[in-house]
């Protein structure tokens, strides 16, 4: 993520809002971190905004869109936003 950085400036630069979708994140509850009780998985979860946040430092936070939806059936999705 941290070569991302430059790209994200860009954006933000050009006048844009950067979107960070991580839709892997909010699945991984269900998935791979299924066995993990509610506060591990926000530990992992925790680390996993790190490296986004630490690519996106320089532009304000007012600016960035973060969204980390996941589709755990065909009727509901999870929603989370760190």
């Given at each position: 993520m941290s070569a991302m950085r430059f790209?994200?400036?860009a954006i933000?630069?050009?006048g844009f809002d950067p979107q960070v979708d991580r839709p892997d994140l909010a699945m991984g509850r269900h998935i791979q971190y299924a066995s993990f009780d509610l506060p591990e998985f926000r530990k992992r979860a925790t680390k996993h905004a790190e490296a986004p946040n630490h690519?996106?430092?320089n532009?304000?936070?007012e600016r960035v869109r973060r969204q980390y939806?996941?589709?755990t059936t065909k009727a509901r999705a999870a929603?989370?936003?760190l």
């Open positions: 790209e994200y400036e933000a630069a050009a690519a996106l430092r532009i304000p936070a939806i996941g589709a929603t989370m936003f």
